[in-house]
């Protein structure tokens, strides 16, 4: 029957153990290390054991040995341990050590039976950290660049959280600025040619109003930009001028009237609205709820009175505008922060977005991500604020991401209007997806959508995020939505698989743990191996701010549970070492599972 597993609480930390074990050893020998000095790392090839340690090669010209002899020496002099099922030396002087199986069963009780409760840590248990993502802004299309920065900031959300982070979701958007100002003008020109009054523009359906908001301002930023039409310009300016007195009468009134007999204040209202509800749903559907939104037009007087505070000492007038010189060698370009109509630019609402933050959340630590272009502009504000609150910036972490590539597709720019909507990926991957299932499936009609949802928006989340953050993502369709390979539908199936055979042998609770057949199959041993390490690697993936280290985790082990599942017959063991395989595909796929929520993912019952 095997040998039973006694109860009892395994150490989580195996590491702790290795070293304490090599510092006893070394102890013995009359050597002296400190704590810090012993490296423990996980060989990338199983046959070089679990943990591996290159101490005896960093102390060997120390104390004139040979690395091998000492690593011999070390290891003869090291007590038994019931973790490990074997630790041995190797050339040039590793010493590597193999967790036993009756470590590796209990931890694999452990995850079949407390998942989540077991996998959640406490390491920064009283940290508070905001994370600020996102950042879509009304009048402006939500584009592919908003949904990467969504999927980053809500993977790195709950990374944080399952560390024991108290964390809070915030999102800054742009409800004032030239962009509105745009916008507001090619709406008007948009009503004027197409002979529409603004409640035809109400009685579209919430989309519609949306885009019809994204065309006007393609109308405008082309006036604005590249025709360069000087009426068109000044009147933008002005309405520029405009909304921000409305949301901040803090600054003169003048030549109005032409903007209140146009009802420009209702439309930037039921405009801003508009977008706000569109971007809501958008965010149901990722999976994303933010704790507090800020917007522009709240923090921009904030910001505005600072500057012009500090003008002489931090900042300096130019030409009827407020600048912020950059130190050269640090790299720093000079940045207008109140242009030359007394307005606030984007760099004068951060330093009150800034402000507004510390004074409301009391945080101890901000990460910010953006896109990659806004590196720059952000490193110019963070050294403004340096001087003045300096504890901001050093609370503060700025992760800014790269671009998204669609192969055949050049960059597109937003300014002329060549943006691709987040929307339209989702929905094309949506299609794909479907199509896909439409070959070899056999679920409920009832079901079709739900779960080609869930596979789509993984699909496009994973892609997001196994690159890591900083490079360029090239988003390939029918490479991120393959049933196979390193892909987020690959995962979802991994956790379906593992679903449909509980169902099929009615999985319950173990009674007895046996250890002795079961693992003796080299594919068993390697999966319950490769789920052992899940705890390890989700806290790599939230220490290092890398949702990257998590997806490859994931694959890994979507590989050894595919090999399990192929070369392993539940129909073909004893009673008891079906219980036991059970076991483990259930630690399996609440690895998965919890995996996949870390990373913003949902799992599917069946595919």
């Known amino acids: 029957m095997g040998v039973r597993v006694p109860p009892g609480a395994c150490i989580a930390m195996i590491r702790e153990k290795i070293i304490k074990l090599v510092l006893d050893s070394l102890e013995k020998l009359f050597l002296e290390v400190s704590k810090e000095d012993i490296i423990v790392e996980e ?331 806004q590196t720059s502009y952000f490193k110019v504000v963070m050294d403004a604020l340096e001087k003045l609150n300096p504890e901001i910036p050093r609370k503060t972490k700025h992760f800014p991401h790269g671009m998204i590539k669609l192969p055949g597709a050049k960059k597109m720019s937003s300014r002329k209007g060549g943006v691709i909507e987040g929307e339209w990926l989702l929905e094309e991957t949506k299609e794909k997806v479907e199509e896909l299932m439409k070959q070899n499936n056999t679920l409920p009609e009832e079901l079709h959508d739900e779960v080609s949802e869930k596979i789509s928006i993984g699909a496009v989340k994973y892609a997001f995020l196994k690159v890591g953050i900083g490079s360029d993502i090239v988003f390939d369709f029918d490479q991120a939505t393959a049933f196979d390979g390193d892909t987020g539908p690959y995962i979802q199936y991994v956790y379906s698989r593992a679903n449909s055979l509980l169902k099929e042998y009615d999985f319950g609770d173990v009674k007895n743990l046996y250890i002795e057949s079961p693992l003796s199959n080299p594919f068993v041993l390697s999966l319950v191996r490769s789920a052992s390490k899940y705890k390890k690697s989700l806290l790599d993936s939230a220490m290092n701010y890398s949702p990257s280290i998590l997806t490859q985790y994931l694959f890994d082990l979507g590989q050894s549970f595919n090999s399990f599942y192929q070369n392993v017959r539940l129909s073909e063991v004893s009673e008891d070492d079906r219980e036991i395989l059970l076991l483990i595909v259930k630690a399996v796929m609440n690895v998965v599972e919890h995996g996949l929520y870390n990373l913003g993912i949902s799992v599917v019952e069946r595919m």
């Open 43 to 373: 060989p990338k090839e199983e046959l070089k054991g679990d943990y591996s340690t290159n101490i005896a090669m960093r102390m060997a010209s120390k104390v004139g040995k040979n690395p091998v002899d000492l690593a011999e020496e070390i290891v003869r002099s090291m007590e038994k341990d019931e973790d490990f099922e074997k630790v041995e030396f190797v050339t040039p002087g590793f010493i590597n050590f193999y967790l036993s199986k009756t470590y590796l069963l209990k931890e694999m009780e452990k995850y079949a039976t407390q998942g989540s409760k077991y996998f959640k840590s406490d390491v920064n248990k009283g940290k508070k950290t905001i994370v600020e993502y996102t950042d879509a802004n009304p009048f402006k299309t939500f584009h592919i660049g908003h949904l990467y920065t969504n999927a980053v900031g809500e993977a790195i959300s709950r990374l944080q959280e399952s560390l024991g982070t108290q964390v809070e979701r915030i999102t800054y958007q742009g409800d004032v600025g030239l962009h509105v100002a745009k916008t507001l003008w090619g709406f008007e020109e948009k009503l004027m040619e197409e002979k529409k009054d603004f409640e035809a523009i109400e009685k579209l359906s919430l989309v519609e109003k949306v885009r019809y908001l994204g065309s006007a301002y393609v109308v405008g930023a082309e006036a604005y930009d590249y025709v360069q039409d000087k009426k068109a310009i000044q009147e933008i300016d002005d309405l520029n001028y405009y909304v921000f007195y409305i949301t901040n009468p803090v600054l003169e009134k003048k030549g109005f009237s032409k903007f209140e007999k146009a009802n420009i204040k209702e439309k930037y209202q039921k405009g801003r609205l508009w977008c706000l509800e569109y971007f809501e749903t958008i965010y149901k559907r990722l999976g994303t709820k933010f704790d507090h939104y800020f917007f522009e037009s709240e923090v921009g007087e904030a910001g505005l009175k600072l500057v012009l505070e500090n003008v002489g000492k931090i900042f300096k007038e130019d030409d009827g505008a407020v600048i912020y010189e950059g130190d050269e060698e640090k790299g720093l370009h000079t940045r207008v922060f109140v242009n030359r109509y007394g307005l606030p630019t984007y760099e004068a609402k951060e330093i009150g977005l800034a402000l507004k933050k510390e004074e409301l959340l009391d945080y101890d630590e901000s990460i910010i991500i953006t896109a990659e272009e």
